[in-house]
């Protein structure tokens, strides 16, 4: 079964502080991991996916396998980036099922 | 492009009734997925239709049934609603599986 674990339900920092949200999954194959963001009165979209190893918005996240996690980080948080975060997750190859957490709120105090 | 659109934006609904929701895929998208996120949770899978079939199914009973039309929009049907089926339902079309998803704005339903 897949899984994914977010254990902060509310994350508070100050505007230029860095910023840590956790993701941990449990899947027995190999996954893709995404994170999505919802900002406030507007739509789930994607931030980032780890196939992509990208940096969005300042956003990065490495895959850790050995620890089963990819948390999502950026150097200085910015007040735009307050908003809910989701992990996903979903196995790679053919038709996809995708699990998602139950997700941080991330606030950034000015 | 609008982007995804669902109707309707709200629903309510009485314990043992039928709902049905739609779904129109961004335009170029062939896959609609089907999420249910009650308060407080992230989004729950439901199921993903591709080519008019459903391909993959989560942990939903068979009261959540689905179809695709050839022009790729989608409806999620729910019959025997119970009070816990209460949630906001999310679609979000894709090109060909999981690519990225575009997600639409939600119906809420509220089941009395």
């Known amino acids: 079964a897949q899984r994914v674990t977010q254990p902060e339900k509310l994350l508070s920092v100050f505007k230029g502080a860095p910023v840590e949200l956790k993701c941990n999954y449990s899947y027995s194959g190999s996954p893709e991991l995404f994170w999505y963001v919802q900002y406030s009165r507007q739509r789930l979209q994607l931030l980032l996916r780890?196939?992509s190893r990208e940096s969005i918005k300042g956003f990065t996240a490495d895959l850790n396998k050995g620890e089963t996690s990819f948390h999502l980080k950026k150097p200085f948080a910015q007040e735009e980036d307050s908003a809910m975060y989701y992990c996903?997750?979903?196995?790679?190859?053919?038709?996809?099922?995708?699990?998602f957490g139950t997700g941080t709120k991330l606030q950034v105090i000015p | 492009d609008a982007g995804v659109t669902q109707s309707p934006t709200h629903l309510i609904k009485t314990r043992g009734q039928q709902v049905t929701l739609r779904c129109s895929p961004k335009?170029?998208?062939?896959?609609v997925s089907w999420y249910q996120q009650a308060l407080g949770q992230g989004p729950q899978f439901i199921f993903q239709?591709?080519?008019?079939?459903?391909?993959q199914r989560g942990n939903f009973p068979d009261r959540f049934s689905g179809h695709q039309f050839p022009n790729y929009s989608s409806e999620l049907n729910v019959n025997a609603l119970l009070l816990g089926d209460s949630a906001l339902y999310l679609c979000?079309?894709?090109?060909?599986?999981?690519?990225?998803?575009?997600f639409g704005p939600g119906t809420r339903l509220t089941v009395l």
């Open positions: 335009s170029g998208h062939d896959t």
């Open positions: 996903a997750l979903t196995n790679s190859g053919g038709y996809q099922k995708v699990t």
């Open positions: 780890h196939i």
């Open positions: 239709y591709y080519e008019e079939e459903e391909r």
């Open positions: 979000a079309s894709s090109l060909g599986g999981i690519n990225e998803q575009f």
